[in-house]
């Protein structure tokens, strides 16, 4: 089994449903990301997670929520899909007590296709 | 803002040609520059970090350089193959564990 799973793998949905892209890590890592990648454009962070008790926005959190259910689960919302929220979305961890360097286990992503 | 870019886009090689990969960076106040590889229906995977302190780093058939002052890293992969046919992304870690990632290279090799 995958060290960072995330499920649906695709999901094709329509304009103003809620949609939830869960993320369950086997890794025992601390930290967990929420990121997305469009076409042409780098990977960028919409929130992160350093514990249970600790969910920060990233750069592009507008329309998206979070939950960290326990340490090996983190999940996203989107409340009202719109259809510039299509894009591929990977959840990735880390863990806090590797010295010296932020190294990233991604999962495999979630293709979501809004309409 | 930290911003990462990656030129060019896309890249065709024969086999056995050595890959030259690049990257650049605005800031350079860096903890380190990642190299991950991405295939399709897969995540990224870590190939290379090298720390700010450092100039190069080495595995295998992959050498990645760092030079901080002019906000370049480059990856060298050296008699590539066709298995190395995937996106290549660099990431600089700009500190409070947060990544700015470059949009990538697609590379392909033909056999």
């Known amino acids: 089994d995958a060290d960072v799973t995330q499920t649906p793998r695709n999901r094709i949905t329509k304009t103003g449903k809620r949609i939830m892209l869960e993320c369950s890590q086997t890794?025992?890592?601390?930290?967990m990301y929420w990121y997305r990648q469009d076409p042409g454009l780098g990977l960028r962070l919409i929130y992160y997670?350093?514990?249970?008790?600790?969910?920060n926005k990233g750069e592009i959190s507008d329309g998206y929520s979070v939950s960290r259910q326990a340490q090996a689960k983190f999940s996203l919302s989107l409340e009202s899909a719109i259809p510039n929220q299509t894009a591929l979305y990977f959840c990735?961890?880390?863990?806090?007590?590797?010295?010296?360097?932020?190294?990233?286990?991604f999962g495999a992503g979630s293709r979501l296709t809004v309409l | 803002k930290q911003e990462v870019t990656q030129i060019p886009a896309a890249l065709s090689v024969p086999e056995g040609e050595n890959l030259v990969l690049n990257c650049s960076f605005t800031?350079?106040?860096?903890?380190?520059l990642q190299w991950f590889r991405q295939d399709p229906g897969k995540g990224l995977t870590s190939l290379l970090l090298?720390?700010?302190?450092?100039r190069e780093q080495t595995s295998g058939r992959l050498n990645a350089s760092l030079d901080k002052s002019s906000g370049r890293s480059t990856l060298y992969i050296a008699a590539s193959q066709p298995g190395d046919s995937a996106t290549y992304l660099c990431?600089?870690?700009?500190?409070?564990?947060?990544?700015?990632f470059g949009a990538g290279t697609t590379v392909t090799v033909r056999a």
């Open positions: 800031d350079s106040a860096i903890y380190n």
């Open positions: 997670s350093f514990d249970v008790k600790d969910i």
């Open positions: 890794k025992g890592h601390d930290r």
């Open positions: 090298i720390q700010s302190s450092q």
């Open positions: 990431a600089a870690d700009i500190g409070d564990y947060k990544l700015s």
């Open positions: 990735a961890t880390s863990d806090r007590r590797q010295a010296g360097a932020n190294v990233l286990t």
